[in-house]
């Protein structure tokens, strides 16, 4: 009944652009907090970006600031990641995370996850 379900992932050139969706089915994300997680093979996953329930804070993993944006629009249901200059090292499974009234402290635990979609940057 609670989904998070991501799509937009894709084969994508070094440099080029991807947008991640992350969209809700069977509940409101209007107070959760959101979360993306990526997964490369062989590697343990790791946080890329948060978004407050509000959408006035967000904050992002060092390897992505400045490349990445995190955006909300509730009215869709949706979270978005906006990946740009994206690099082979981008290469992993990404996930959606939600948690209600979150804040997007380092170690927040999240409760609500997507199964991921393949972002593939060919080298």
């Known amino acids: 009944q609670l989904q998070l379900v991501e799509s937009g992932g894709g084969l994508v050139q070094p440099g080029g652009s991807l947008r991640l969706s992350c969209a809700a089915s069977g509940f409101t994300l209007d107070y959760y907090t959101i979360g993306w997680f990526r997964q490369a093979p062989g590697k343990e996953r790791e946080g890329v970006s948060c978004i407050s329930y509000s959408g006035r804070t967000t904050n992002y993993a060092d390897a992505v600031e400045g490349r990445f944006t995190i955006s909300r629009i509730n009215a869709k249901n949706t979270v978005y990641l906006q990946m740009n200059s994206l690099k082979p090292e981008d290469t992993a499974v990404y996930s959606c995370?939600?948690?209600?009234?979150?804040?997007?402290?380092?170690?927040?635990?999240?409760?609500?996850w997507g199964q991921g979609t393949q972002v593939t940057v060919s080298s």
């Open positions: 995370a939600a948690v209600r009234w979150g804040t997007c402290r380092q170690g927040m635990k999240y409760d609500y």
